[in-house]
Nanobody, 115 residues
Framework: QVQLVESGGGLVQPGGSLRLSCAVS?????????MGWYRQAPGKQRELVAT???????NYADSVKGRFTISRDNAKNTVYLQMTSLKFEDTAVYYC????????WGQGTQVTVSS
């Protein structure tokens, strides 16, 4: 059974930075997955933040381009989301995803941007 566990969320002031991590465990070939980060703010639908394919191609939501960076360490079965210049509107629960034939999800980690 493959599990995704996010970490690194928390409270940060506007303009600050956070790095989220998502560790993948279980019977899987991590390097094959397209990894992604999504977020869901209160009262809103879950939305794409960033994805990173097995080949290294990235895709970002327009709202985070230039501020967020997705990366992966295949040796550690981990994907990261480096978030900088955080804004109030980045407040959400952030979810990690792993896509191959199906999409797997983590449990989410809360990011709150507040002064």
């Amino acid at each position: 059974q493959v599990q995704l566990v996010e970490s690194g969320g928390g409270l940060v002031q506007p303009g600050g930075s956070l790095r989220l991590s998502c560790a993948v465990s279980g019977r899987s070939i991590f390097s094959w997955y397209t990894m992604g980060w999504y977020r869901q703010a209160p009262g809103k639908q879950r939305e794409l933040v960033a994805t990173l394919t097995s080949g290294g191609s990235t895709n970002y939501a327009d709202s985070v381009k230039g501020r967020f960076t997705i990366s992966r360490d295949n040796a550690k079965n981990t994907v990261y989301l480096q978030m900088t210049s955080l804004k109030f509107e980045d407040t959400a629960v952030y979810y990690c995803s792993a896509a191959l034939s199906t999409v797997l999800w983590g449990q989410g980690t809360q990011v709150t941007v507040s002064s």
